[in-house]
């Protein structure tokens, strides 16, 4: 005689959101293969142009004005006067925060002919969109990015 059995158990909510250290590592191979394929900088047509990556090590950090000290994961700056021309943060979904956006994207939106760049997971580009008109932040290029399983390379898509 065979006999069937209902497993009622809840399943944990811990089994569906990776852990902190998945999440860095993520974050470490998106900003990595960001900086590689969309700021290969120099390049031949902008020879000027130099990225920094600033993961796992800061390599380019910035001063403002207001003494703030920012260290984007990505950093363009023009050759040889060191002025910045562009930033650009990757998030994770845990940096999908209200904190992050106040103190890190909003700094980032405002500095003075720099363009900022904010790459949030696929899938998530309703949170962050939510969160820049939460704390009117303007002036960001906001993107998706996922991993291709398998290739070490990534999706990229523009938002409007």
Do not use: C
């Amino acid at each position: 005689m065979v006999r069937e059995t209902v497993d009622e158990r809840e399943m944990s909510g811990a089994m569906f959101h990776p852990n902190a250290k998945s999440n860095r590592e993520q974050h470490l191979q998106a900003v990595q293969n960001i900086a590689d394929q969309l700021f290969p900088f120099p390049t031949p047509d902008y020879p000027h142009f130099r990225t920094m990556v600033n993961e796992p090590e800061p390599q380019q950090k910035l001063f403002t004005n207001y003494g703030n000290e920012l260290e984007p994961d990505i950093v363009v700056l023009q050759w040889p006067e060191k002025i910045p021309a562009m930033v650009a943060e990757v998030v994770t979904e845990d940096m999908l925060t209200d904190d992050n956006a106040t103190s890190v994207w909003a700094v980032e939106a405002r500095l003075d002919g720099v363009k900022f760049f904010l790459y949030v997971p696929a899938g998530s580009a309703k949170a962050a969109k939510a969160l820049l008109k939460k704390h009117k932040i303007k002036n960001v290029s906001l993107r998706t990015w996922r991993n291709i399983t398998g290739l070490k390379t990534i999706d990229v898509s523009a938002l409007r």
